[in-house]
Nanobody, 133 residues
Framework: QVHVVESGGGSVQAGGSLRLSCAASGSTTSGMPFGFYCMAWFRQAPGKEREGVGSVYTGGGTPTYADFAKGRFTISKDNAKNTLFLQMDSLKPEDTAMYYC?????????????????????WGQGTQVTVSS
């Protein structure tokens, strides 16, 4: 069972930055090593549906981002440490939300897009990000 734990949330003023971390541990039920996993960030604001922020295939390739994240958020990874990061710059009050990390095995021939939320079967408890104006 794969476990993911987020950290790094907090309160920041508009225009500020935060870096979230997601540490993955445990064994992969699919038998796939972490180096061949899909990992993604999602967020959910009070009273709103959960939405994808961005995703990446740990085996290579560039991350994909939701429109609101493009140019402000950056996903990176450290495969050796099984850790995913989300660098958030130029934060806005509307970025206030609980941010979740998720992981799931990549399906052969399919993308890791956050739009394919069903492939993500390991979720963290979330870390709160609050941006004040």
């Amino acid at each position: 069972q794969v476990h993911v734990v987020e950290s790094g949330g907090g309160s920041v003023q508009a225009g500020g930055s935060l870096r979230l971390s997601c540490a993955a541990s445990g064994s992969t039920t699919s038998g796939m090593p972490f180096g061949f996993y899909c990992m993604a960030w999602f967020r959910q604001a009070p009273g709103k549906e959960r939405e994808g922020v961005g995703s990446v295939y740990t085996g290579g390739g560039t991350p994909t981002y939701a429109d609101f994240a493009k140019g402000r958020f950056t996903i990176s990874k450290d495969n050796a440490k099984n850790t995913l990061f989300l660098q958030m710059d130029s934060l806005k009050p509307e970025d206030t939300a609980m941010y979740y990390c998720a992981a799931g095995p990549r399906e052969r021939g399919k993308s890791c897009s956050y739009l394919r939320e069903r492939i993500y079967n390991s979720w963290g408890q979330g870390t709160q990000v609050t941006v004040s104006s």
